[in-house]
């Protein structure tokens, strides 16, 4: 059975710039985590995607936003870059919004130069 | 701000010896998980131990739970070059919304 995937591996952008990652949850889950890894902050939590809607949000600006499709994939978007947005970005999925047992894909690492 | 405060920060024993991680957290929870990363990869899914849980093992794990102390123990025994990697608990606070909340990570050295 095929874990969380998460594409790109790699991403290098322009401060400003707009970019768009990509996850596919273990099949069968409904709920979709993403997480922030930065140097120096450690894992902080932004979206958490169940059924569609977006269920809880960390503490990061207005300009992180995602969506989860009806296949229960997700993206996150991250508008207006900036240098402090490089990190390797990890998805996770559980089997359904009661379940916290997460698990996590191998992550986009986003550069912004 | 990180609620669980992994110790040690790094750890660095021989083969074969065994290894233990503590995790210390603020607030009531519903459940702690352990993960584990390689080199700054994704994260991999250890164990997860319930509220009402004391121990629980898997394979060479063993992780105890005392909520009245908010603190956590992994103890990976008899370790091998491959369990080199940076531990991770993460905690599901009680009406935190699904938001796993990690601690700082413990970096394990096991040398041959």
């Known amino acids: 059975e095929a874990g969380v995937t998460q594409s790109p591996t790699h991403l290098i952008k322009t401060r400003g710039q707009q970019a768009t990652l990509r996850c596919s949850p273990i099949s069968g889950h409904t709920s979709v985590y993403w997480y922030q890894q930065a140097l120096g902050l450690g894992l902080q939590f932004l979206l958490w995607?169940?059924?569609?809607?977006?269920?809880n949000r960390g503490n990061f600006p207005p300009r992180f936003s995602g969506r989860q499709f009806p296949n229960y994939s997700s993206e996150l978007n991250v508008n207006a870059l900036e240098l402090e947005d490089s990190a390797l970005y990890l998805c996770?999925?559980?089997?359904?919004?009661?379940?916290?047992?997460?698990?996590f894909g191998q992550g986009t690492r986003l550069t912004v130069v | 701000s990180q609620q669980g405060e992994e110790d040690p920060q790094a750890l660095s024993i021989q083969e074969g010896e065994n290894a233990t991680m503590n995790c210390s957290y603020k607030t009531s929870i519903n459940n702690l998980q352990w993960y584990r990363q390689n080199s700054g990869r994704g994260l991999v899914h250890l164990i997860l131990i319930r509220s009402n849980e004391r121990e629980k093992h898997s394979g060479r794990l063993r992780v105890t739970l005392d909520t009245s102390k908010k603190s956590s123990s992994l103890l990976i025994t008899a370790s091998r070059a491959a369990d080199t990697a940076s531990y991770f608990c993460?905690?599901?606070?009680?009406?935190?919304?699904?938001?796993?909340?990690f601690g700082t990570g413990t970096q394990l050295k096991v040398e041959l």
């Open positions: 996770a999925s559980s089997s359904d919004r009661a379940r916290t047992e997460a698990f």
């Open positions: 993460a905690t599901d606070a009680k009406g935190g919304g699904n938001k796993l909340t």
């Open positions: 995607y169940d059924e569609g809607e977006e269920r």
